[in-house]
């Protein structure tokens, strides 16, 4: 992680975020430059990001940019002029942290690391206590990133146990793991169906953060496909590369439970995670298969790639036994969503409408592109089933995203429904290309978004 240091030492170059040539010191320069976007003056060592307001959505991602453009340069420091109060530094701040991010773990030449330092130079007050939070943030986003690129060959559901307990050690919090036997004695059968035919083993992966006197009790659930086949219902070979991004909700939950605890925010939180790999063999489920779920609801399989939804139903069930006073699922769920609403934006749904509203304004405030999309009488009557309660897919192509988020529904207890909010992050989660201020592949998404939604809840009287 970059080291970013409060200080007024004189750095090796400098950034500036300017809206007009004629607030820059080599404006003469500029002009004769005929300055559009972004420019490196070597005689006073400056760089100059162009911006066209202030706000915090285009302060990020120059922020982003500024860092790319200085590591290409010699120069082992750099001074960022910062602009705008509280909500702009953040912004700079969560842009300068993630920009600089780089997965290189499989590749044998590593890209030489110059630049070690960045000095802020920022009149805003608290300014220690804001880049504390943002470097926590930001590391946790990275620290997801990561998972979520390891290849799964790698990243199995032992592994991702391995790393939660890992990580809560390092946090002091609880960690529970259970096996396919505890799995069996909690009548899991939907989540054992999807990994019955891998060779490796699932896991469910149980965090808890408890701090006293807590305001309020918030339960995390995670999507932890290590990989995705598609299972007998087989994914077409280019669907399959980057299914290893399908346990993006799951390794989102690790993240958020770990930059909550890091912030110390006063509110018990549990992350669930449902690690498994859906795969082939003699032993795999099938279309037309009946599943009885943890929560007593039979299902009918008429697609066994719609799989992440039958963990989840589990998983939500168990979750609930936790009797939170909030529920928020994580998943990439349905390649409907990103039809809906492109690569770079997650779908909120659940019954509550005031609660996906200030989720969504904290979101919004956190940086990430979300959209509300609207349950219905008229698709919940396309996941029926003639022979058992529920299917696990629409009998039409159309609406997918939020038919798969009525399914989950009809696990979620009728006491919690006003609790519950599911997030499809399937559009953002990994894209193979650079945009905002992600990289190629992982993006991290959700952690920002959910942590922001933690500290309203954490300072709601």
């Known amino acids: 992680m970059l080291e970013v240091k409060i200080t007024d030492m004189k750095a090796e170059c400098e950034v500036f975020f300017i809206a007009s040539v004629e607030e820059a010191k080599d404006k003469e320069l500029l002009q004769e430059m005929n ?37 290409k340069l010699p120069y082992r420091s750099a001074k960022v002029h910062l602009c705008g109060g509280k909500e702009e530094v953040q912004a700079i701040l969560m842009g300068l942290y993630c920009g600089d991010y780089a997965f290189e773990q499989y590749k044998t030449q590593k890209e030489e690391k110059v630049l070690r330092e960045i000095y802020i130079d920022c009149q805003c007050e608290k300014i220690e206590d804001i880049v504390y939070e943002c470097e926590i943030i930001a590391s946790s986003v990275c620290f997801v990133r990561d998972l979520v690129n390891t290849a799964p060959n790698e990243a199995t559901p032992e592994f991702l146990a391995e790393v939660a307990q890992k990580e809560a050690q390092r946090l002091k919090i609880e960690c529970k793991i259970f096996d396919v036997e505890m799995m069996k ?73 770990s930059a909550i605890a890091q912030l110390g925010l006063p509110l018990e939180v549990h992350g669930v995670i449902g690690a498994v790999e859906n795969m082939i063999g003699g032993n795999a489920y099938k279309p037309d298969d009946i599943l009885h779920s943890r929560e007593g609801k039979s299902i009918e399989v008429r697609n066994t790639d719609a799989e992440g939804r039958l963990v989840l139903a589990d998983c939500l069930s168990y979750a609930q036994d936790l009797n939170p006073d909030y529920l928020i699922d994580l998943a990439t769920l349905t390649g409907a969503c990103v039809v809906g609403l492109g690569e770079y934006t997650y779908a909120i749904m659940g019954f509550n409408e005031k609660l996906k509203d200030q989720f969504e304004k904290s979101a919004v405030q956190s940086g990430e592109l979300v959209a509300q999309l609207p349950f219905n009488t008229h698709l919940k009557k396309l996941i029926d089933s003639k022979i058992a309660d529920v299917c696990n897919v629409s009998s039409s192509r159309y609406g997918g995203a939020i038919t798969a988020g009525l399914f989950l529904a009809e696990f979620v207890r009728k006491e919690y429904q006003h609790k519950w909010l599911h997030l499809d992050i399937a559009g953002p989660a990994y894209i193979e290309k650079e945009w905002d201020i992600n990289p190629y592949g992982a993006s991290g998404i959700g952690v920002r978004g959910c942590v922001e939604f933690a500290k309203f809840l954490s300072e709601e009287k």
Do not use: W
């Open 35 to 71: 300055f559009k976007d972004a420019l490196f003056v070597q005689a006073s060592k400056a760089l100059y990001i162009k911006i066209d307001s202030q706000e915090k959505d285009v302060l990020r991602e120059a922020a982003s940019k500024a860092i790319k453009a200085i590591k």
């Open 185 to 257: 004695k909690e009548k899991m059968h939907s989540l054992l169906a999807v990994a019955r035919a891998s060779s490796q083993e699932p896991r469910l992966i149980h965090l808890t953060y408890k701090p006293q006197n807590a305001k309020a009790k918030v339960v995390f659930v995670g999507k932890g496909l290590t990989y995705d086949s598609g299972g007998l219902s087989l994914k077409p070979s280019d669907y399959m590369v980057t299914m290893k991004a399908d346990k993006s909700g799951g390794c989102a939950v690790i993240g958020i439970i």
